[in-house]
């Protein structure tokens, strides 16, 4: 059986991005939120929002996911980039023990600004950041160590180098050219089994190129998203002391 590396992300984290760069690598299976599929169009779904007249996978289930990932395994090394909300039912010891763990975080002002600018209606329970700050303490405590954390911010500041770290944190090569790639190539050569309504960006970019970090003001967020920041805010912050710095340029206000 081979390697399978579990990217544990919140939405609107850049790590749909992050996921297309480990897709430019060649060597791995990369798959698209595999258990968020079946979470929202599953023959049972469980998000918060669904009704009778939303879309639903006849045979597509958590379990037949699971399978289908492991029988992936069996041939070559596996990437998948997932929100740990999707399937925080499921982690008991072995199923855990199963994954090469890591994990994406980003500023809760910025990822609820972005998601409150796509879904409005959105609700708390597909935020993410409490599982993920489970997640995160269930295997430090297994594992007798943290699990690799990286930050979206430090990501886009320095690519090279924290690509570079990644890879070493989850023993894969170091792939440099995987860092670019040519722009539209996520629309014309791979269909989001969510349409690809989050990806617009992506669309037209060329890689992970160096980014300025940019700040968001909470007092220019709707009441209701700054609500649901002040619950999110300690999840992030708990992780973030356990991050793979890259500069260290220090926190001011929320940061991008």
């Not at 309504?197 to 940019?214: A, I, P, V, W």
Request: hydrophobic share 35%; aromatic share 12%.
């Amino acid at each position: 059986m081979h390697k399978i590396i579990a990217l544990w992300a919140v939405p609107r984290s850049t790590s749909t991005a992050f996921e297309w760069m480990m897709r430019q690598r060649g060597d791995l299976d990369c798959l698209h939120e595999p258990f968020g599929e079946a979470w929202y169009q599953g023959e049972e779904p469980l998000w918060h929002r669904w009704t009778s007249r939303d879309k639903v996978t006849p045979g597509l289930t958590l379990d037949s996911v699971w399978h289908d990932i492991q029988s992936r395994a069996r041939e070559k090394p596996v990437f998948i980039k997932d929100f740990p909300h999707y399937i925080n039912h499921m982690w008991d010891e072995a199923f855990l023990s199963r994954f090469t763990h890591a994990f994406l975080i980003r500023d809760p002002a910025l990822t609820l600004s972005s998601l409150y600018n796509k879904w409005p209606d959105f609700d708390e329970g597909e935020v993410g950041f409490p599982e993920q700050r489970a997640l995160f303490d269930l295997l430090t405590a297994l594992q007798g160590h943290p699990p690799p954390v990286f930050d979206s911010a430090d990501i886009l500041e320095d690519p090279h180098n924290m690509v570079r770290a990644f890879c070493d944190s989850v023993e894969i090569p170091f792939i440099e050219s995987a860092l670019s790639w040519e722009p539209g190539a996520a629309t014309e050569d791979y269909s989001w089994w969510d349409g690809g309504s989050f990806h617009e960006n992506l669309k037209q970019s060329t890689g992970l190129t160096k980014q300025k970090r940019r700040y968001v003001e909470l007092d220019d967020l709707p009441d209701r998203v700054r609500q649901v920041h002040r619950r999110m805010k300690p999840h992030f912050d708990r992780l973030y002391a356990h991050r793979i710095a890259g500069s260290e340029t220090p926190v001011q206000g929320n940061v991008e």
